[in-house]
């Protein structure tokens, strides 16, 4: 339970940290601030959780120069954002993000620039801040780690039921 707990907060802190991120990377390209919004009501943004996951589990240890680091976190990302984006859309027949406005887009689910971002926020994640977070997490004693993630996981989940249905509706 203890490690699964490490796994869920984990997935919550990268999922807050993608959003923030996502809304500096806006400020920086399009010169307006937005707030971390997304599906869900909460300010976290789970795609970035799941690919902050997935890109510490294939690429930490694998990539040992930073441009096959930049390289494939930019390719798993997108991979993975193209996916997510076509699961919505035929979910919940609406799509969240649509980047047909922007050049080097693909059927207006990913961008170039999106992916070169990804490709950034790989390199700093495997390099940077997951050691970090993994250090800070791994001080948490097994209790206290076992409740927080637990009820934060109920949290979510209430937002994620809340969430669908007024999509659904």
Same mark, same amino acid.
């Given at each position: 339970?203890?490690?699964?707990?490490?796994?869920?907060?984990?997935?919550?802190?990268?999922?807050?940290?993608? %959003?923030?991120?996502?809304?500096?990377?806006?400020?920086?390209?399009?010169?307006?601030?937005?707030?971390?919004?997304?599906?869900?009501?909460?300010?976290?943004?789970?795609?970035?959780?799941?690919?902050?996951?997935?890109?510490?589990?294939?690429?930490?240890?694998?990539? /040992?120069?930073?441009?096959?680091?930049?390289? %494939?976190?930019?390719?798993?990302?997108?991979?993975?954002?193209?996916?997510?984006?076509?699961?919505?859309?035929?979910?919940?027949?609406?799509?969240?993000?649509?980047?047909?406005? /922007?050049?080097?887009?693909?059927?207006?689910?990913?961008?170039?620039?999106?992916?070169?971002?990804?490709?950034?926020?790989?390199?700093?994640?495997?390099?940077?801040?997951?050691?970090?977070?993994?250090?800070?997490?791994?001080?948490?004693? /097994?209790?206290?780690?076992?409740?927080?993630?637990?009820?934060?996981?109920?949290?979510?989940?209430?937002?994620?039921?809340?969430?669908?249905?007024?999509?659904?509706?």
């Amino acid at each position: 339970m203890y490690v699964i707990g490490r796994y869920i907060l984990l997935f919550l802190i990268y999922s807050f940290l993608g %959003g923030l991120g996502e809304m500096i990377f806006r400020l920086i390209t399009e010169r307006q601030l937005y707030g971390i919004h997304g599906f869900l009501h909460l300010p976290i943004m789970p795609i970035y959780g799941f690919g902050a996951l997935l890109i510490v589990a294939v690429m930490r240890g694998r990539a /040992k120069h930073s441009i096959l680091l930049f390289l %494939g976190g930019a390719l798993l990302a997108t991979m993975l954002e193209f996916i997510a984006n076509w699961l919505i859309e035929i979910i919940f027949h609406t799509r969240i993000w649509d980047y047909s406005h /922007k050049a080097f887009s693909f059927d207006g689910r990913v961008s170039l620039d999106n992916s070169i971002g990804f490709g950034i926020a790989a390199v700093l994640l495997v390099y940077l801040i997951h050691p970090f977070v993994w250090r800070a997490l791994q001080r948490i004693p /097994k209790q206290p780690t076992i409740i927080i993630a637990t009820l934060l996981l109920a949290i979510v989940l209430v937002d994620i039921v809340v969430s669908v249905i007024e999509r659904l509706s």
